[in-house]
């Protein structure tokens, strides 16, 4: 919201610099996004007439123009086009410095020399309007060689954007900030000048007013204004609303726009010649209703709008003929808009139902500088107060302009105004601070909440601006920020707090630490891959499973919630391999989706109004994915990278036993599931990309093996699935032990880590059993090949004798045996 | 009378056949292909020596012959599908790697390090700050009911509080029941009912985590992206404390000479609400472009928890209070390294990756 020093000047004094002033909106709440020095710099600017208009030859953006500043000719080369002969526009000459520091100086462009500038009314910091130069004969009757300042009636000015927050109704209008201003610097609040109907005839019969939808439109005014001549604003109106950030457009449209942004109530001025039977209603829009609103678009009206609780409730304005005027608090319609030969207005001046105009408004995707205040919620109070306002303001233009006697006046259903009890310790109990009942008095009378003491309580009633007051214990809230903002945030005491429970992390987020520690120790970039993919590169893994889509992605192939992070892993691999970049391993750690179709057990949760519908959800689940992609990384490097994770994170023993079991995204004969032997569950996967699938997502890559390994982490974390080394230490034995190596043929049905197993629990002697070789070789039986052990014995209670070795390793042959694997 | 040219057509319709059953490879295939529905083939003669007949014959041969050749192609094609999908078996079958018999100890390893992600790191050691300072850290899921993320927060349906947010809807329920959190306060509700739930208040807990707005990802948002929120819910907790704990945290993690002030906002969820600006770290409160000459910027925001929320989860607001507040990952990032375009973040380049440990 755009709003001016010297408008604000209007209601509260205010000596402080611009900065100054920031500081004290800021911290009001009201804050500051922008100041800006609106006729600053003008002081140089004349106006001149455009007396030539020339091409210039091998030019077709620009031509020469020749005017007369009061000097003589003088030859300006020009951009724009929307002027014609014996116009009058701003001119900037040769040394004059613009809004913004911009120096004009003599320029040569194609070979013509131009003397200054001719200028838009943006470039002027007048307004937004960047269309042509600005034309001064639309705005006044302009004199060759006068100061633009002195010829717009311009006073420099400061203007403020600034931005309210949502529970701030009351400070959508110059009063609401003048308010907050004259409170925090406890000056006198000045109100504007107001009307007052005229005597005489009496607006009933002449027009008439009703509710029908007493719940949707809770007052409705109707003022008639006779003897109404439409023309141009006075130019200090014209200025008030430009700077502001509108366009004037007539004295009766830019009266109601005035009051709207200085009171903050919107109006709405109806042609009383096309309404029927000077009636005007409001009603619920019945279905099947349409309407053509101002902009030009047809509207169907109380269609049910997608989404919780909008039943597609419109709040309309009729006519006596039942004919729709408007949609209420929104938009009109064109048929009843003033015009050029309006005498007799009828001024609409109303409360309507917050949320009735905020559903509206986003279900007809229209939202206007009236439904943005009603949305919010207007003063109930404040209808008649703005047409009295609107008045004094049109007859500034139209003196002999009558209102008359007796405004319509039909209440429906208001807000219900709560009183708020403020017990001794409240504010304490909040703020931290205890403040006395003058001060808290002081602030909230100052605000217009009605106060009173009541032995140590403090009964409060909010003005009926303040639509976001609410009753209770949430009312309470409400008021103590009001205290606190204004006696102010920065002058609240701090203290630092502490208890006796501990902070800390849960073990499952050490764990997820620990495992991003060591990826990155194994040298794994940490990658972060989209959480919405396409269906394709769902189909790629799941092909035909229920998906998690989301029903208003940004792009359709960000529509899936991914059920893997492979895709996108390989996807991110494959752009950094165009890069050149590619020899890297990247890993992520991220959540990944399943349908609540797809799962066995899907999380339940409550949602719908209320929280009273119990809803499946999807199956969140955590996952460690990690793809190698190094010159010679395949699936050994990436069991290899598994295996020191493993280590790293003290599992005991998990076998990778090679198996059809993996994901589709896995290479088929070159993968394999990651199992515990002890608890048999699944911890993940590990292998290869298939070959196909990475053709596919990394086409580039050609040929190239992606090593991968996909971990759950919610497996991983669950010590009765993932099972760990015993925290007890074992001493290795003060006795030297003795080192075989044995080589069995063995049959490829048999695991080398179940073979490893088996023999490392034949015998207490065994102390460690590692495969250091895989051997194949046609010379071996067919199904088999030969796989070496090098196994330690030792004993802690002696050096073991040469029988008691050879003794063990005729058990572990023998178990071998039993396995079918021959010693060789 | 002469004999029709295509006597013999069953005969050699099903000699073809046997030709393309007995195809082995897929080069073999491609080799006999020409002979068999191809150029050189005995169909393509036959087509050629129906031009003497008699029109009325020429057509009916002409039909008889087409049929024919379409038996032949369909059964070269099922061969031909055949075919690849036994050389990719067998291309599979010799590519084949028992990764139980990986020899771990033989594998070479190149000396390299990894580098952890830019936004993981920070948030740990956002969470450290917090840890050190008594909190704990609770995680909570990305996908949530309209409940969770908006109602029980104090934002009703069709409110129109509702649009501060660009929320994903997920295609479940009832339209607009469950959507991608647009924030990691549903957590928060999550923890207090749970407290409730187990009689375990007080709570003094962050809660990071990923979030998602529907919102066009350019230099300065992602639609995808991280906040840290923290609860605290005890005997005895004013405004004073939440201040105190933004301070704090403010001085511990972006240095000594940062510090934090607090502005008037509004949340649904608290009130009083808070916006919370530090230091500004470019200029160090100097005033520069990157704090539009105030010194300051903003950070994130936070507020007493409103009685709304208390009534929602069922905690007593007279005996309990408590205060919250959250800010964004990414801006912590981007305020620490400078990071002009924010969808570096995301594109996972090595190059940008590598710089960070």
């Not at chain 1, 613009?98 to 009314?121: D, H, Q, W």
């Not at chain 1, 409240?426 to 009605?450: N, P, Q, T």
């Not at chain 2, 509080?161 to 997920?170: C, E, H, I, N, S």
């Not at chain 2, 005895?236 to 403010?250: H, R």
């Amino acid at each position: 919201m755009r709003i001016s020093l010297s408008w604000l000047r209007e209601f509260v004094e205010l000596d402080e610099s611009a900065e100054e002033l920031r500081l004290v909106l800021d911290d009001l709440g009201l804050v500051v996004e922008g100041i800006e020095h609106v006729g600053e710099g003008l002081g140089d600017v004349i106006v001149a007439r455009i007396d030539e208009i020339r091409a210039i030859e091998g030019a077709d953006r620009v031509r020469l123009v020749v005017v007369d500043a009061g000097n003589g000719p003088l030859e300006i080369v020009c951009g724009a086009t929307n002027f014609a002969l014996g116009n009058h526009v701003p001119l900037a000459p040769v040394g004059a410095i613009l809004p913004g520091g911009f120096v004009i100086a003599e320029r040569k462009m194609r070979g013509v020399t131009s003397n200054g500038m001719l200028c838009s009314s943006r470039e002027l910091g007048l307004s937004d309007d960047h269309a042509g130069l600005m034309i001064l004969d639309d705005l006044i009757t302009p004199r060759v060689g006068q100061g633009l300042l002195e010829a717009l009636s311009l006073t420099p000015d400061i203007v403020f954007d600034i931005s309210v927050e949502g529970n701030r109704p009351d400070a959508w209008s110059v009063a609401g900030v003048a308010r907050d201003l004259a409170t925090r610097l406890g000056r006198p609040l000045s109100s504007p000048p107001l009307a007052q109907p005229d005597a005489g005839e009496s607006s009933s019969p002449f027009a008439s007013a009703g509710i029908d939808a007493p719940d949707l439109c809770g007052r409705l005014t109707v003022s008639v204004l006779r003897g109404v001549k439409v023309g141009p604003s006075p130019s200090w109106i014209a200025q008030r609303l430009q700077t502001a950030g509108m366009r004037p457009i007539s004295n009766v449209v830019d009266a109601s726009n005035l009051v709207m942004l200085e009171l903050g109530q919107p109006t709405h001025p109806y042609d009383a010649s096309s309404v029927a039977g000077r009636t005007l209603r409001a009603r619920r829009a019945r279905s099947g209703e349409v309407l053509t609103t101002l902009d030009g678009v047809q509207r169907e009206l109380a269609k049910a709008g997608r989404g919780l609780g909008d039943t597609g409730e419109d709040c309309v304005i009729v006519d006596g003929d039942d004919r729709v005027l408007g949609l209420a608090g929104i938009m009109g319609g064109a048929s009843s808009e003033i015009n050029d030969a309006t005498t007799d207005v009828l001024l609409e001046a109303a409360f309507f139902d917050p949320m009735t105009i905020a559903r509206s408004s986003k279900r007809h995707s229209l939202r206007s500088e009236a439904s943005n205040r009603f949305e919010r919620g207007v003063d109930p109070q404040l209808a008649l107060r703005a047409a009295a306002r609107f008045v004094e303001i049109l007859r500034e233009s139209v003196p002999s302009l009558q209102w008359m006697a007796d405004p319509l006046d039909v209440w429906g259903e208001t807000p219900h105004v709560p009183t708020v009890v403020l017990r001794p310790s409240d504010v304490e109990r909040a703020l931290g601070i205890s403040l006395s009942h003058a001060e808290v008095s002081r602030i909230l009378e100052g605000l217009g909440f009605a106060t009173r003491l009541d032995r140590d309580q403090i009964s409060v009633v909010p003005p009926s601006a303040r639509l976001d007051i609410r009753s209770g214990a949430a009312g309470r809230a409400d008021v103590i920020e009001e205290i606190a903002r204004l006696y102010s945030y920065r002058r609240l005491p701090r203290r630092t707090p502490s208890w006796p429970e501990p902070g800390g992390l849960t073990d499952r987020q050490k764990l997820r630490r620990h495992v991003r520690d060591v990826i990155v120790d194994l040298g794994a970039f940490e990658a972060w891959t989209p959480t919405l993919g396409s269906d394709a590169d769902f189909d790629f893994v799941h092909p035909g499973t229920e998906r998690v889509r989301v029903t208003n992605p940004l792009a359709s192939d960000e529509s899936v919630l991914r059920a893997t992070m492979i895709p996108g892993l390989a996807r991110a691999w494959g752009r950094n391999v165009e890069r050149g970049t590619g020899d890297v391993v990247l890993g992520e750690i991220g959540m990944v989706f399943s349908h609540p179709l797809a799962t066995e057990n899907p999380r339940t949760t409550k949602g719908g109004a209320g929280g009273l519908v119990a809803l499946q959800l999807p199956v969140e689940t955590e996952h460690l994915t990690v793809v190698l992609g190094r010159d010679d990384d395949d699936a050994t490097t990436a069991v290899a990278f598994w295996a020191v994770l493993a280590d790293r994170l003290g599992l005991a023993d998990v076998v990778v036993r090679s198996d059809e079991s993996a994901p589709r995204a896995f290479h088929p004969t070159r993968s394999a599931s990651l199992v515990d032997r002890a608890s048999g569950a699944t911890l993940g996967h590990v292998g290869e990309i298939d070959d196909q699938l990475l053709g596919q997502l990394a086409p580039s890559a050609n040929a190239r093996r992606l090593g991968v390994i996909d971990v759950d982490l919610d497996v991983l974390c669950d010590p009765s699935l993932a099972t760990r080394v015993s925290h007890l230490a074992e001493v290795p034995s003060r006795y030297p032990s003795a080192v075989i190596d044995l080589a069995f043929v063995t049959p490829s049905s048999v695991h080398a880590q179940d073979l490893a197993f088996a023999l490392r629990s034949t015998s207490e002697l065994v102390e460690d059993v590692e495969l250091f070789d895989v051997y194949l070789d046609a010379s071996l039986p067919a199904g088999t090949r030969s796989l070496a052990f090098n196994i330690r014995f030792s004993s802690d209670e002696r050096t073991l004798s040469e029988g008691e070795v050879v003794g063990a390793r005729e058990a572990l042959i023998a178990t071998g045996a039993t396995l079918g694997a021959v010693l060789r | 009378m002469t004999t029709s040219p295509l006597a013999n057509l069953a005969t050699q319709t099903t000699e073809l056949l046997a030709a393309v059953h007995a195809l082995s490879t897929f080069e073999a295939l491609r080799e006999a292909e020409p002979f068999i529905t191809g150029k050189r083939s005995i169909l393509s003669t036959l087509q050629k020596s129906l031009g003497g007949l008699e029109p009325e014959a020429r057509r009916a041969a002409g039909a008889q012959l087409q049929e024919a050749r379409r038996t032949v192609e369909a059964a070269l094609e099922i061969r031909r599908s055949e075919l690849a999908l036994a050389a990719r078996a067998e291309l599979l079958e010799s590519d084949r790697l028992d990764l139980g018999d990986v020899v771990v100890s033989a594998v070479r390893w190149p000396a390299s390090v990894g580098h952890p992600s830019l936004v993981a790191s920070t948030q740990r050691e956002l969470e450290d700050v917090f840890i050190a300072m008594g909190f704990t850290v609770s995680d909570g899921p990305e996908v949530e009911s309209d409940w969770y993320n908006f109602e029980a927060l104090n934002i009703p349906p069709a409110h129109p509080a509702r649009g501060m947010w660009d929320t994903f809807y997920v295609e479940m329920g009832e339209p607009e029941t469950v959507v991608l959190r647009t924030h990691t306060s549903p957590t928060q509700i999550h923890l207090m009912e749970g407290a409730v739930e187990n009689g375990s208040l007080p709570i003094h807990s962050v809660m990071p985590g990923r979030c998602y707005r529907r919102d066009t990802p350019d230099a300065r948002h992602l639609a995808t992206f991280h906040q840290i929120e923290g609860l605290v819910v005890d005997r005895g907790i004013t405004f004073a404390d939440l201040a105190g704990v933004i301070e704090t945290f403010t001085r511990k993690y972006f240095g000594p000479d940062i510090s934090s002030r607090l502005r008037p906002a509004f949340f649904p969820f608290t009130e009083p609400s808070a916006e919370f600006e530090i230091t500004c770290t470019i200029c160090r409160g100097e005033g520069c472009r990157t704090c539009s000459h105030t010194g300051w910027i903003e950070l994130g925001g936070c507020g007493m928890l409103d009685p709304a929320v208390f009534e929602a989860v069922g905690i007593d607001g007279d005996e309990w209070s408590g205060f919250a507040f959250g800010f964004g990952i990414e801006r912590c990032v981007q305020m620490r390294h400078q990071i002009a375009d924010m969808r570096a973040l995301i594109e996972n380049d090595v190059r940008f990756l590598r710089q960070f440990s």
